[in-house]
């Protein structure tokens, strides 16, 4: 149950050798792995989706009109006190990473930036880091970040404290 913990975690899709690394398992204990996580988690709706070099966590196909209903009421609905914060924090620090998000909020932020991007409020640029998209800054009425209330204070403010703390 190390890797479905490993992938529940971090809340993302893990190339398979990071993951060897990770387990420090080979191929053949990764690829037993997978097939006993697999039958583990069937009566739980989830199920472990591999391609060619990742693996990531997800729903089963049996469960997909209930993950739709719910993606659909979760799209529908204000965002949570947690998603505004990491919304906040997305948009005075741009180009952040998930790990600084976390340390800035002092709790795991996948669940919120999942959210997030579920809604088209920010996106992962190829280095991951998150910003806020067009969409985003329509919503606040704004052309551009540095048009946010206090933008140059609280974003200093925000990469002393994660500068502070690394």
Do not use: W
């Not at 990473?97 to 919120?112: C, E, L, M, P």
């Amino acid at each position: 149950m190390n890797l479905v913990a490993t992938l529940f975690v971090l809340g993302e899709a893990l190339s398979k050798d990071a993951l060897k690394k990770r387990l420090h398992v080979d191929d053949a204990q990764l690829k037993a792995m997978v097939a006993s996580s697999r039958e583990a988690l069937m009566p739980c709706g989830l199920t472990i989706v591999e391609d060619a070099n990742t693996l990531r966590l997800s729903t089963s196909p049996q469960v997909a009109e209930l993950v739709s209903d719910i993606a659909k009421t979760e799209l529908e609905g204000e965002l949570t006190p947690a998603a505004l914060q990491t919304l906040t924090l997305v948009a005075y620090m741009g180009g952040v990473r998930r790990d600084d998000i976390s340390k800035a909020r002092g709790v795991q932020s996948n669940q919120s930036l999942k959210q997030l991007a579920l809604r088209g409020l920010i996106e992962k640029d190829k280095n991951d880091h998150f910003h806020l998209t067009q969409a985003a800054l329509a919503h606040l009425g704004v052309q551009s970040v540095i048009e946010l209330p206090e933008y140059d204070d609280i974003r200093s403010k925000l990469l002393e404290s994660i500068t502070k703390e690394a």
